[in-house]
């Protein structure tokens, strides 16, 4: 079963400290922050990742829908909590995903757990996303440095495309 990840907005925002100092001076730029390291994330795991925002507070919202490159990012409606939306999301994905819930709220994660979902906490997913973070890079520094030894990168252009003739004739 595919893996989808999905994760309370406002929760991990409120969680990491970077995203948190952050949205202290501006909330969209640390909803962007946030959606840019999952994004990572998900190209890296191949994981599906829905993240969900509370809007119950904003008088006359209605639910909206939008997409982060391959995220899918959800603004609940009025008197709709990120919570419950989870909680209704997790039920009716339930049989078709591998759910995992990103929450550091205790009582959240227990109702998912008894759902059937699994949980991380977002201190676990904020490691498990510099970690991947990380590895990407790592990945391409690797790269860039295995391109810069090339025999091309080594010898002179004249030398190289003699010997590459030479080779075309054996």
Same mark, same amino acid.
């Given at each position: *079963?595919?893996?989808? +990840?999905?994760?309370?907005?406002?929760?991990? @925002?409120?969680?990491?400290?970077?995203?948190? /100092? &952050?949205? $202290?001076?501006? &909330?969209?730029?640390?909803?962007d922050k946030l959606l840019q390291l999952l994004e990572d994330y998900r190209a890296y795991k191949g994981t599906r990742v829905i993240v969900v925002f509370?809007?119950? *507070?904003? !008088?006359?919202? =209605?639910?909206?829908?939008?997409?982060?490159?391959?995220?899918?990012?959800?603004?609940?409606?009025?008197?709709?909590?990120?919570?419950?939306?989870?909680?209704? +999301?997790?039920?009716?994905?339930?049989? *078709?995903?591998? @759910? @995992?819930?990103?929450?550091?709220?205790?009582?959240?994660?227990?109702?998912?757990?008894? $759902?059937?979902?699994? $949980?991380?906490?977002?201190?676990?997913?904020?490691?498990?996303? =510099?970690?991947?973070? !990380? /590895?990407?890079?790592?990945?391409?520094?690797?790269? !860039?440095?295995?391109? !810069?030894?090339? @025999?091309?990168?080594?010898?002179?252009e004249d030398i190289y495309k003699k010997l590459d003739k030479i080779r075309r004739k054996h």
């Amino acid at each position: *079963m595919t893996r989808c +990840l999905i994760v309370d907005g406002y929760n991990i @925002i409120n969680s990491w400290p970077e995203l948190k /100092a &952050l949205g $202290r001076s501006n &909330l969209e730029h640390s909803r962007d922050k946030l959606l840019q390291l999952l994004e990572d994330y998900r190209a890296y795991k191949g994981t599906r990742v829905i993240v969900v925002f509370d809007a119950h *507070m904003v !008088k006359g919202s =209605m639910e909206k829908h939008e997409s982060y490159f391959s995220i899918e990012v959800v603004f609940t409606k009025e008197n709709e909590t990120a919570d419950s939306y989870i909680e209704r +999301l997790s039920d009716e994905m339930g049989r *078709m995903y591998d @759910i @995992i819930v990103a929450t550091s709220d205790w009582l959240e994660q227990q109702v998912v757990l008894g $759902r059937g979902a699994a $949980r991380i906490s977002a201190r676990e997913l904020h490691y498990e996303v =510099m970690k991947a973070k !990380k /590895a990407m890079n790592d990945k391409y520094k690797l790269r !860039k440095s295995v391109e !810069k030894h090339t @025999i091309e990168n080594r010898i002179n252009e004249d030398i190289y495309k003699k010997l590459d003739k030479i080779r075309r004739k054996h």
